[in-house]
């Protein structure tokens, strides 16, 4: 019977340095895993990337970090081939690289058009890719979208557009791995209480999302949390493997499909 536990397995984690990747590889290592991989985008995540990693090591997993711009195909190969000769051949591989912009349509230009569909869905594809070649059979491959994917509104075309590619990349990759025993599915968090959410909203936007939540009340800030969300990536890598080529929204009914 196969082993869908997390005991002695092998995660990457793309954009694992800090926030809701950090915290998803300290959570996958107090249930069990024993080697991780860590991805950061550049130089100014690098001290969270050693700390990260220097505590892990401390807690007796193997752990090693690295750095790179995955908007090309190329440094998706590298990301894979060095992790997998640092910690192993990964068992569980996570993306949680992405980039958010919110902006009309008519006054977004074709550089940040290029800039969103390169970092939100050429890095997933091309992450998704390397990742069906190079998991273990049987393994768990989740990317972080958006709960925008069930909205109706403006401003994030590129963002929630770039995102729905990976919808659909899913989709395939979990049809095409599926032989081998990988599932493949999204999980798309509300509006998070980090960096990654506060740069793009004016104060009176952050104070409706605060409150857009069916569940809001009952969060410490009335946004998601990234503890909301590391209990459901460690349930979709382990036992939940049956469940695959979903797109799941956890956000307190923030927005719902």
Do not use: C
Request: aromatic share 8%; proline share 4%.
């Amino acid at each position: 019977m196969t082993d869908h536990s997390l005991k002695g397995k092998t995660v990457l984690i793309a954009g694992g340095a800090k926030n809701l990747g950090g915290l998803i590889a300290r959570d996958l290592a107090a249930h069990g895993v024993t080697a991780i991989a860590i991805h950061y985008n550049s130089e100014a995540s690098r001290q969270d990337a050693e700390t990260l990693i220097a505590e892990l090591r401390d807690k007796g997993v193997k752990a090693a970090a690295f750095q790179a711009d995955l908007t090309t195909a190329a440094a998706n190969t590298k990301l894979f081939t060095d992790a997998t000769a640092a910690v192993g051949r990964p068992d569980i591989a996570i993306n949680t690289v992405g980039k958010v912009l919110k902006k009309p349509i008519l006054e977004t230009s074709e550089d940040e058009f290029d800039s969103m569909f390169a970092i939100n869905s050429k890095a997933a594809f091309f992450f998704i890719k390397e990742a069906g070649k190079h998991l273990n059979d049987n393994g768990k491959l989740v990317t972080i979208v958006t709960s925008l994917l069930g909205a109706y509104t403006p401003f994030y075309s590129t963002y929630a557009g770039s995102k729905a590619a990976v919808e659909h990349i899913t989709r395939a990759a979990s049809k095409e791995f599926g032989a081998r025993g990988i599932s493949v599915n999204a999980i798309g968090p509300g509006p998070m209480d980090t960096p990654f959410f506060y740069g793009q909203e004016a104060p009176e936007a952050v104070a409706y999302h605060k409150t857009a939540a069916a569940l809001s009340p009952f969060s410490k800030t009335g946004l998601t949390g990234i503890e909301d969300i590391a209990p459901y990536i460690r349930f979709m890598v382990s036992e939940g493997w049956w469940m695959t080529g979903q797109t799941i929204l956890v956000n307190g009914g923030y927005t719902t499909k």
